[in-house]
């Protein structure tokens, strides 16, 4: 009876606390919001410092013949490539490529089949002070939701050895300062990416390692991460960001390393992996005489309508289209070679690489 | 190490980098910075207070009991047994260690959510990717699991010496709460505060899942007490004499075992029994959390 009357109470006074809890937390949203930080969040400039060339050798990532299998499922097969300092490096690849996968065996969360991952030739785990070294988002969602964005980073710099005041420093250059004090659960997703920012630069880190940053942000989120992102790498920072917005890779990124079913499909710098793309690239071409030109043309070249009065025509560059029409005595109105942009070169070098595995 | 965004903090910076001593800080900065430590200790005072009042009234009705339940000659010898030095002692002792059989769960579920939170926030890989000596980490939250148990220990112990002295004067008895009797309540009731701290800290680490992890916390201390019946029908079937003792098996019987100031069922095994499987289960749940946490994917 003692017993029952005592669990009836208890159990009563969990759930008025809890009640009470929610209440509180009524007034600030618990779904992730999209908005951006707002004008509100200017951020801080960064420091104008650069890596000392001796220190850039040691941003250096390399991996080597990485593999992880899951049960029967091969995540990551036999990965290769190298970062450099001193660039943004983008790492692309579609749902289930196994980037995330290969990025946590890069930080030791997850234990490699086969293979190394290392930073300026040491792994991850072996680095001495790591969080000085290497800063990492893996998770926009990664806080205790009843916890604010302030004492987060507090956590993180107690737990390093860091100075607590650089939690303040880190809100201020991401620019949320004043959101500091509210608790993660009431954080927008654009806020949520710059607490992760901010966690990554708590130890002025050499080498940057983002997961999808820019999931949720907003234009202007968008930009400010370019820009910071961009400005760090000037610093002489490895900075190796995954990412699905390609089109926004096409502008931040240096260098990209592609994968697709867990291989490297493609490694270099922007404009060499768009550019081993030629044969995606094709000629618009403006004429009356669209039937006469495509009987000249002949051989590989295909002629499609572009739906305006002209043509796309491939397997015939500029050129050959222009002499062919000169001998036929074809007028040309416009000729345009549209190059291949990274969203087709990366949908061909993953076409057929089947996402879920 | 000179600081590339102009930062004042990590200028003055120790580079001695993470110690054990900051980890087991950096735990006690995660429970005081959420609510749910403080929701904890707030239930687990007003469960104390409550089984303060009603222990208080148990134990008033057997020094006075009443007409008509028990025989005269009954009353008086019953009355002449808790008013012996002895009784009064156990008395004085179930008072100090009031509600310790229910309080203990709330250190087991804070054990259990200092490691499950950090899986059910996704926070686990922040902790891990700041600190990758896994096994650093998990020895830190072992030791914050225990100093919370040994909390909640003390503010329980605090509000039943407050409660206890004037709670016997007003029976007309006298007991020195500075008696072995007493003092051995108390600190057995320390061990297993700390012991059930730590448990929900290994259980927690085994299972990960925070749902799963609070459900067999609480079916593992309830369902121990159901072992005393199942071996009481064996004894009958089978009348085996060990099996009169068998159920301090079960780890909350065997924590009920070490702190009771008299036997905690019928037949119960020595104190010292109890204890040493209370420890043996904390210690195998510790040794799996640490070594499945070393070993497992963080994802």
Redesign the interface.
């Given at each position: 009876m003692?017993?029952l009357?005592?669990a009836v109470?208890?159990g009563g006074?969990?759930w008025l606390?809890w009640l009470v809890?929610r209440s509180r937390g009524g007034t600030r949203p618990d779904h992730a919001r999209t908005d951006s930080a707002g004008p509100g969040f200017p951020g801080r400039p960064?420091?104008g410092?650069?890596?000392s060339p001796a220190l850039m050798s040691q941003g250096r990532i390399d991996v080597r013949g990485l593999t992880k299998e899951y049960g029967g499922v091969t995540a990551v097969d036999d990965l290769s490539f190298t970062v450099e300092p001193g660039r943004v490096t983008g790492f692309l690849g579609p749902n289930g490529a196994g980037k995330t996968?290969t990025l946590?065996m890069l930080?030791?969360?997850?234990?490699p089949t086969a293979g190394t991952a290392t930073i300026g030739g040491v792994r991850?785990?072996d680095?001495?002070?790591?969080?000085?070294r290497?800063g990492?988002i893996?998770?926009a969602?990664?806080?205790?939701?009843?916890?604010?964005g302030r004492?987060h980073l507090?956590?993180?710099c107690?737990?390093?050895?860091?100075?607590?005041?650089?939690a303040?420093?880190v809100l201020e250059?991401v620019g949320l300062a004043v959101a500091g004090n509210r608790t993660f659960r009431g954080y927008s997703l654009g806020m949520r990416q710059r607490l992760g920012v901010a966690?990554a630069?708590l130890?002025?880190p050499q080498v940057l390692i983002l997961d999808e940053p820019a999931n949720g942000l907003d234009p202007e989120g968008i930009r400010w991460m370019r820009d910071l992102l961009r400005a760090l790498a000037a610093?002489g920072?490895t900075v190796l960001v995954s990412s699905h917005l390609l089109g926004e890779m096409e502008q931040l990124a240096d260098d990209l390393v592609i994968i697709a079913a867990g291989r490297l499909a493609a490694q270099g710098t922007v404009a060499s992996v768009i550019g081993s793309m030629t044969y995606l690239s094709r000629t618009l071409v403006r004429t009356p005489e669209p039937e006469k030109l495509a009987a000249v043309l002949g051989g590989d070249a295909v002629v499609t309508p572009a739906g305006d009065g002209g043509a796309y025509i491939t397997g015939a560059d500029a050129v050959a289209i222009g002499d062919a029409a000169l001998r036929a005595g074809v007028a040309i109105h416009q000729l345009v070679t549209q190059l291949p942009d990274l969203e087709a070169a990366f949908l061909e070098l993953t076409a057929g690489k089947a996402a879920i595995r | 190490m000179t600081a590339l965004l102009d930062s004042a903090a990590l200028d003055q910076a120790d580079d001695t980098g993470t110690t054990p001593v900051r980890l087991l800080r950096a735990e006690f900065m995660k429970i005081r910075t959420t609510d749910t430590g403080w929701l904890f200790l707030t239930c687990f005072i007003v469960f104390t207070v409550l089984a303060l009042t009603i222990n208080g009234f148990g134990n008033h009705t057997q020094l006075y009991p009443q007409q008509g339940l028990v025989s005269p000659a009954q009353a008086l010898a019953q009355t002449a047994h808790f008013r012996s030095p002895a009784g009064v002692a156990a008395i004085a002792a179930s008072m100090m260690t009031s509600g310790q059989l229910f309080g203990v769960i709330f250190a087991l579920l804070l054990g259990v959510v200092v490691v499950t939170s950090e899986f059910a926030n996704q926070t686990a890989a922040v902790t891990f990717v700041t600190v990758p000596r896994r096994a650093t980490v998990i020895r830190a939250k072992l030791a914050a699991a225990a100093c919370c148990g040994a909390l909640f220990w003390l503010v329980g112990t605090v509000l039943a010496a407050v409660a206890t002295p004037p709670f016997l004067y007003s029976q007309h008895i006298s007991a020195s709460l500075a008696g072995w009797t007493v003092a051995r309540s108390v600190l057995l009731n320390l061990l297993a505060f700390v012991a059930w701290g730590v448990f929900g800290l290994g259980l927690g680490a085994v299972l990960r899942s925070q749902m799963a992890s609070v459900i067999a916390a609480i079916a593992v201390y309830a369902g121990s007490f159901g072992t005393i019946p199942i071996f009481t029908v064996l004894y009958n079937l089978f009348h085996q004499g060990w099996m009169l003792g068998a159920p301090v098996i079960g780890p909350a019987v065997a924590s009920e075992v070490m702190t009771s100031s008299g036997p905690a069922f019928p037949n119960a095994p020595p104190a010292w029994v109890g204890g040493i499987i209370l420890i043996g289960y904390v210690v195998a749940l510790a040794a799996a959390g640490l070594a499945l946490t070393k070993r497992r994917d963080v994802i």
């Open positions: 003692v017993v009357l005592a109470v208890i006074l969990v606390l809890r960064l420091g410092k650069r890596v996968t946590r930080l030791d969360l997850v234990e991850y785990a680095l001495d002070q790591p969080i000085r290497v990492a893996l998770e969602g990664a806080a205790h939701k009843d916890r604010t004492n507090r956590i993180v107690q737990s390093a050895g860091i100075p607590l005041a650089r303040d420093e250059l966690a630069l130890g002025d610093q920072r | -």
